[in-house]
């Protein structure tokens, strides 16, 4: 059993910044990743990292505003989200495939079995 536990989320204002955390119940060497689901529409990847580093953006879009980081040391998985807007109000969630798979699938591949109960992010104009 490995849980995953997010932290950080809130509610800020138009411009200002977050940073989620998700810390492992154990040491996971495998692909962890962030998704997010806004009110009314369906989950989206956000970015995934390999325990190296590596980072495998999921929407383009936001790359230059979210930065997915990784502490093997710690087992928790951040993400820096800067100039927030109102579009990315809503749950955040942390996600991780088995242990030992350290390619970072697709987001609808059904690889990522492990899900955090997800964190609140609410952005007002």
């Known amino acids: 059993q490995v849980d995953l536990v997010e932290s950080g989320g809130g509610s800020v204002q138009t411009g200002e910044s977050l940073r989620l955390s998700c810390v492992a119940s154990?040491?996971?060497?495998?692909?962890m990743a962030w998704f997010r689901q806004a009110p009314g529409k369906p989950r989206e990847g956000i970015a995934a990292?390999?325990?190296?580093?590596?980072?495998?953006p999921y929407a383009n879009s936001l790359k230059g505003r979210f930065t997915i980081s990784r502490n093997l040391d710690k087992n928790t998985v951040d993400l820096q989200m800067n100039d927030l807007e109102p579009g990315d109000t809503g749950i955040y969630y942390c996600a991780g495939t088995r242990e030992g798979y350290w390619v970072c699938p697709s987001t609808n591949s059904g690889d990522f079995i492990h899900w955090g109960q997800g964190a609140q992010v609410t952005v007002s104009s």
């Open positions: 990292i390999k325990p190296l580093g590596d980072v495998t």
């Open positions: 154990t040491y996971l060497n495998n692909c």
